[in-house]
């Protein structure tokens, strides 16, 4: 029988991080891939027998490489501390593992609860980010990339049925939280890049995020909830390449008065 592996990424995560694990309990060994929490999600993540592998945050990309590389079995499945495992995707995970031929790699599909409802649109289901279970040597990610990380995928790819259940905010103050501190690593991959930042580069961009979510993505039938998310796709667009503008043009200090 195939044995697997889940790592879960954190930082500050005590109100998450217990019932993540315990989602995944019936996995053959869970570890935990903290950068340098200040709070008690070690403690918590020990005392329910997950271990803990500390790597300081360098960017995204590098941090899932060292957690890939953590994992002891060949099977892998990736869980971020605000999801969670339901019984009927831990199910059909061992009937793929027990499969005569299984691919190499698993989109999941994600159902997202914010505002007091689940999201069915706005670009929030299925929410497949990357696929998030895999063959230990099936996927490299890009260590350069800080935020949305990219990946080479080595082999084929399947789509799995049953969802996560994702959590991802606790509150409005969350969101914003995640909103800036993504923009400053998106305005980093900019600069990396070479993109040129302007004010009217910012506000097209966060302009064409909100419309793009709230009317392609069908986030009005979400009703508030879908509003915020659009709301906050502009915030955090509008900011990334409002950043990336700052840094360029060296607003920092006024010129020499002579």
């Known amino acids: 029988m195939q044995k697997i592996s889940v790592y879960i990424l954190t930082y500050n995560e005590e109100a998450k991080i217990g019932a993540a694990i315990k989602s995944v309990n019936w996995a053959d060994e869970i570890v935990v891939v903290d950068s340098e929490s200040t709070d008690n999600t070690v403690l918590i993540a020990k005392t329910l027998g997950a271990r803990v592998v500390n790597i300081p945050f360098k960017g995204f990309g590098s941090l899932r490489n060292a957690a890939i590389e953590s994992c002891s079995h060949e099977w892998i499945f990736s869980l971020d501390a605000d999801e969670r495992c339901t019984p009927e995707l831990a199910s059909e995970i061992w009937e793929i593992l027990n499969a005569p031929n299984p691919a190499d790699a698993y989109y999941v599909p994600r159902k997202n609860w914010f505002m007091g409802r689940w999201i069915r649109h706005s670009g929030w289901y299925p929410d497949y980010r990357q696929p998030q279970l895999f063959r230990k040597a099936a996927i490299i990610f890009r260590e350069e990339d800080e935020v949305h990380e990219g990946y080479q995928l080595e082999g084929h790819a399947g789509y799995l049925k049953n969802s ?5 905010f606790r509150n409005l103050e969350q969101l914003q939280a995640k909103a800036n501190r993504y923009s400053s690593l998106g305005s980093d991959k900019l600069m990396r890049h070479g993109v040129k930042g302007s004010m009217a580069k910012a506000f097209a961009h ?7 979510t709230y009317i392609v993505k069908m986030g009005f039938l979400d009703g508030w909830a879908g509003f915020m998310i659009a ?28």
């Open 164 to 168: 996560i259940h994702q959590f991802p």
């Open 206 to 212: 966060g302009l064409w995020a909100f419309v793009q």
């Open 231 to 258: 709301f906050a796709n502009l915030e955090g667009t509008f900011y990334r390449h409002a950043k990336l503008t700052e840094r360029q043009s060296g607003w920092d200090h006024p010129p020499d008065e002579h």
